[in-house]
């Protein structure tokens, strides 16, 4: 599958770098959607925000996902 920058926003397109940058830094070759989990939780408001008004732990989550990758 190719990916097209110009086919998501700049925010979109942001996350999915951070998202393979932290996934090139766990040696793996793919990103998978724990590592856009990760990037949404580390950098983006309105995901927290969501997860907070859930009751989600956010610090559980991320340790959690990092323990993972």
Not at 33 to 52: G, H, Q, V
């Amino acid at each position: 599958m190719k990916i097209v920058p110009s086919e998501f926003s700049n925010s979109a397109w942001d996350y999915f770098l951070l998202s393979k940058e932290i996934a090139r830094n766990n040696y793996q070759q793919n990103v998978d959607p724990e590592n856009l989990l990760l990037a949404l939780i580390k950098k983006d408001t309105l995901t927290n925000k969501i997860l907070k008004e859930n009751k989600v732990n956010i610090k559980r989550i991320d340790t959690e996902l990092t323990s993972l990758l």
